[in-house]
């Protein structure tokens, strides 16, 4: 779908105010202007530097965390296009926090590039020690870097296509075998009932069996549940009583829309079943679940 399409496909949901739908659209924009900036012939000269044949031996996210090509140029226009954005939207975004961030940036114009490495690397600490610096809240600091990452990821999801249907058929791992991040959703496939999980991260899909915890591999059925909403079956949320960990999942056997299935979509459109999961005592498998929350659903509806 075209992100206007996307957007059109929200507004049909009727669960979202224009205003955090406008907010999404040119996020949505920011990411595939910057996307298409890339330069994709050095990241597959970088990106195959890689020994792609023995990490997928060894059972290794294809991806080197240490050995991410980044373009600075890119990155900066990422983090000053998002920036303007933030000023938009003073209620959310106070504008004393955008000056910080601005003056961080002009202090050191590395700053875009740290926050997609130490985002990939998953360095949580970098974030915290960042947000007690700067007076930003570390979860505004990690979306800016879920932000201008997701390009990157992309592309070299797009390079290494041929290398992950091939791991798509092996792999049957918790972690995606692009980044290794957890993921954040799966999806259950009409009929067969395959399960995919999802990466919020990079947004990369693979198979993993279906009576299984998608964090600690617990098989045990009487310490994995789900539940769901009565009023849309077509979610369900998998618990594990093992590791206290949660997993929002479609039912593609429920899914009625005409529009096709977008996953990111999706997770936005579900983050009320992570409150509730949360509130059952349970946690998401993100590396940065338990940095302080934050996020924009004070725009929105919600149920």
Known sequence: MTIEDQISYLKKR????????????????????????????????????????????MGLPLLEKNNIYIEADVARSSFTALLSIFEKYPQ???????????????????????????????????????????????????????????????????????????????????????????????????????????????????????NQCACCSNEDPKGIRYFFDESDSLYKVYVCDQCKRYLKTIDENKYTFIQPMNMALEDLITHYLDEIAVKEGYQSMLWWDGIEHYDHHELSDGH
Request: hydrophobic residues 40%; glycine residues 4%; aromatic residues 12%.
């Open 14 to 57: 009727g669960q979202f105010v224009d205003e955090y739908l406008n907010f999404y659209q040119q996020i949505l924009t920011i990411q595939a202007d910057q996307q298409s900036k890339i330069n994709k012939e050095k990241l597959a000269i970088f990106g195959k530097t890689s020994d792609i044949e023995s990490r997928l031996q």
């Open 92 to 210: 959310q975004y106070p504008p004393e926090k955008i000056d910080i961030l601005k003056g961080a940036l002009k202090k050191n114009d590395q700053l875009p590039n740290e926050f997609i490495q130490t985002f990939i690397a998953e360095n949580k600490d970098y974030f915290s020690q960042l947000s007690e610096k700067t007076a930003v809240e570390p979860g505004v600091l990690i979306f800016i870097a879920r932000t201008i990452s997701l390009p990157f990821l992309k592309t070299y999801a797009d390079l290494l296509q041929p290398y992950l249907a091939e791991k798509d058929k092996v792999w049957f791992r918790s972690f995606c075998p692009l980044c290794g991040n957890a993921a954040v959703m799966a999806r259950l496939e009409k009929e067969v009932g395959q399960r995919h999980l999802w990466c919020a991260t990079c947004h990369t899909e693979w198979m993993f069996t279906r």
